[in-house]
């Protein structure tokens, strides 16, 4: 087999398929598909309406019709958490969006250019990232003001930076590669070069990273929605409605578990679907999980 094929990166049906085999891939990917399939159906149905208010049933223990019970205006819990998951979605995918812009802009720009430019780059994202991605988006939010937008750019902006300080070296490794190097003698520009060659090589670190942000962005909407800088309180968001509910903690504990447990299981499956997708992609990984399963496997038949 040539030096090409053991490079060559496999393919989606391989990594999918090993991503699923470990349980932490498993979790994460029910965890987006229940969550996604969530807010695709609160767009035609919820229980109830979700802004309600039907005092007569305020405070209501889960049950039948409300299952996971009612807050202090009488609004149904399951259909507020189910409204949630729209606005839980937007964020995640869309400072997704603005991270892959921003990171793979400055990884390129800190990998492909004139050396000047790459250490110029290099500083600015080492300063950049010396502030933490929720106090950005503090920043910002107070500025512009509270906005599932602002906490989409804030959110996106810092975590761009961190996909793009870990991109850069794995950039600037495959850019020393035959393959590349066979792309420039062929007259491939470097940005032909980054599209063909650099960026499906880097693909696998991106995505974990990707996902990893995501997770960020979820925690980052409900903690500055919680302290009222994200989504406004017209705005079904499990930030506001765990705010709302904190309050009644000690009188009402079990109307804010449900909140709390949605945004713990959605970062949780997001973190361990990261987690997967780094194992799944890396082969060196597979093979030392193996390996190591395999020693464990054989040593008590050694004993015996």
Known sequence: MSSRDTRRPATSRNWLGRLWALSTGRFGIVVVIVVVATAIVSLFWTPFDPQRVDIAARWGLPGWPHVLGTDGTGRDILSLIMAGARTTVLVAVGAGLVATVIGVALAALGALT??????????????LIAFPV?????????????????????????????????TRPELRRVLHSDFVLAGRASGLTPWQNLVRH??????????????????????????????????????????VLLAELQQFITVHPLSVVWPGLAITFTVLGLNLLGDGLREATDPTLSRARGA?????????????
């Not at 190591?292 to 015996?304: F, K, L, S």
């Open 114 to 127: 004139a050396r000047w430019m790459r250490e110029s780059v290099a500083v600015f994202v080492d300063i």
């Open 134 to 166: 929720l106090i950005i988006a503090m920043m910002i939010s107070a500025v512009w003001g509270g906005s599932l937008w602002v906490v989409i750019w804030s959110v996106g902006i810092g975590f761009g930076v961190n996909i793009a300080r870990v």
């Open 198 to 239: 650099l960026m499906p090589n880097v693909a696998p670190v991106f995505i974990v990273q990707l996902s990893w942000g995501m997770a960020v962005a979820v925690l980052a909407e409900a903690g500055l929605s919680y302290l009222g800088f994200g989504a406004p309180v017209t705005e079904p968001s499990w930030g």
């Open 292 to 304: 190591g399963r395999v020693a464990r496997t054989h040593i008590p038949e050694v004993v015996a």
